[in-house]
């Protein structure tokens, strides 16, 4: 099936009350747009976004990650409304499917439910026990008749409870001739593009309305709406790994990045909270961890360490209160309470409690290199740059600034020196 998709985006977004346009916020790590956008793209290879508010700042965000989408600016100033924001769009497809960008819950399956059938217009509508908010939708005999909106409904159509979900699938000669007639004589002044549903009717075309799930297709409008779309799409998210063989201690209390992805055997203790495109491959991750954008394999992390991005863990054992940052780490143990930043530790290394890279010396970060089988005593500090070659031990509580040969002891520790009776002297006999 070829059909082209729009993506209206242009609208404000006030009720989010925040200055990043709604369209950009995110839900599971990814913009409620770019949720849209995938979606459209499973279905579709022309796709234009409609734009206006905060444009250009949108349009650099999506050109980051896809190609190949068409932009179109609305003329909101002259034209108004969703119907405003068709105006001026060439789609290439004989059909076209028209959604919003607010909508980061759709998935590929439904479009397509929306997408296909030979009706002119398929239409997608929900009932609800409480529509207040939503445009109404007439039906007589299965074919939609007209969607009012709530500010131009008189008593009656109020009290439907069949609602326009705010996406249509429509012959795209039909739009093309409905959008320039549309007009803004209603309650808003604004350009509805739902008039086309009774300019459709009135010219003898079908309009089928396709039952859709709320969940699925609520647009997110407030930070509230925002939070119980990530909810839904978490619990969404996390199913699908458990049935991919991911094993969840209370699932509830672990969240996942939609960008996320699973290998082999993983188990996710929990409070775990596993973000950006981080990969995990055979590993188990304890109780509160955190894992941004990292990749791991055959590891156990944690309870309460934290990975952050651009670090790699193969074969280790990272314990709790760790942190490590921009590392590679192969076969390597760091138990309790360290930092490890701009590193690379090499097979059989053993990092100590409290050992620390010191890899920023207030103006550059610097690199620190450790070879095989180091042995790096509890509370030393490796100041970077710093090469430490294989089987070398360094004595607990040294501070490292230099190179040492392989095999070597390092430490530097001033003697340890006791004064005899000071503690007497000092506080007197107890
Ligand atoms: C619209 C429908 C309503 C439906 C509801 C479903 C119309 C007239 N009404 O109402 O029947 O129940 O969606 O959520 O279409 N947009 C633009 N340019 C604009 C205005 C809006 O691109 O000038 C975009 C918005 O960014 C948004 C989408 O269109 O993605 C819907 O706009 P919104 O203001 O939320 O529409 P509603 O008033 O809720
Ligand atoms: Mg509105």
Not at 39 to 60: F, G, N, P
Not at 62 to 71: E, M, N, P, R
Request: proline letters at 3%.
């Amino acid at each position: 099936m070829s059909i082209s998709v729009v993506i209206l985006a242009a609208g404000q977004g006030t009720r989010m009350k925040s200055s990043t346009p709604k369209v950009l916020h995110e839900i599971s790590g990814k913009s409620m747009l770019f949720h849209a956008l995938d979606a459209a793209q499973a279905i579709s290879s022309d796709i234009t976004v409609v734009l206006y508010h905060q444009a250009s700042r949108i349009e650099k965000e999506i050109l980051k990650h896809y190609q190949d989408i068409h932009f179109h600016r609305q003329d909101a100033l002259h034209f108004p409304g969703t119907g405003g924001a068709m105006k001026g769009v060439q789609t290439q497809n004989t059909r076209t499917l028209i959604l919003n960008g607010d909508m980061p819950l759709l998935t590929k399956d439904s479009l397509l439910a929306l997408a296909s059938g030979e009706a002119d217009i398929n239409m997608s509508v929900i009932k609800l026990d409480n529509p207040i908010g939503y445009g109404r939708v007439m039906i007589q005999d299965g074919k939609v008749q007209e969607i009012v909106e709530q500010k131009d409904c008189n008593d009656a159509q109020l009290s439907t409870q069949t609602v326009n979900a705010g996406i249509y699938a429509v012959q795209t000669a039909l739009l093309q001739r409905y959008i320039p007639a549309l007009d803004n004589h209603n309650a808003q002044s604004e350009y509805y593009l739902t008039d086309i549903i009774k300019m459709a009717v009135d010219e003898g075309k079908t309009v089928t309305p396709i039952y859709v799930a709320e969940e699925e297709f609520k647009g997110v409008n407030s930070k509230l709406d925002l939070a119980y779309a990530e909810e839904i799409l978490q619990r969404r998210i996390k199913i699908a790994w458990m049935k991919a063989g991911v094993s969840m201690r209370l699932p509830e209390t672990i969240y996942i990045d939609s960008r996320a992805t699973f290998e082999g055997e993983c188990i996710l203790e929990n409070g775990v909270s596993i973000q950006g495109a981080s990969r995990i491959i055979t590993s188990h991750i304890k109780t509160h961890s955190v894992i941004e954008s990292a990749h791991i394999e055959n590891s156990d992390v944690g309870p309460m360490a934290r990975i952050r991005p651009q670090s790699l863990l193969k074969d280790s054992h990272i314990g709790n209160f760790v942190e490590i940052k921009k590392s590679t780490l192969h076969g390597v143990k760091a138990g309790h309470l360290a930092y490890i930043g701009d590193a690379s530790i090499d097979e059989g290394s053993n990092i100590g409690a409290g050992v620390i890279t010191c890899n920023y010396d207030g103006k550059n970060k610097h690199k620190t290199s450790i070879g095989k089988n180091v042995f790096v005593g509890s509370d030393s500090q490796l100041v970077a740059p710093l090469t430490i070659p294989d089987d070398v031990m360094i004595a607990a509580g040294t501070t490292v600034t230099k190179t040492a040969e392989k095999g070597s002891l390092v430490l530097s520790r001033s003697p340890q020196k006791s004064i005899k009776n000071f503690f007497y002297r000092f506080f007197g006999k107890q």
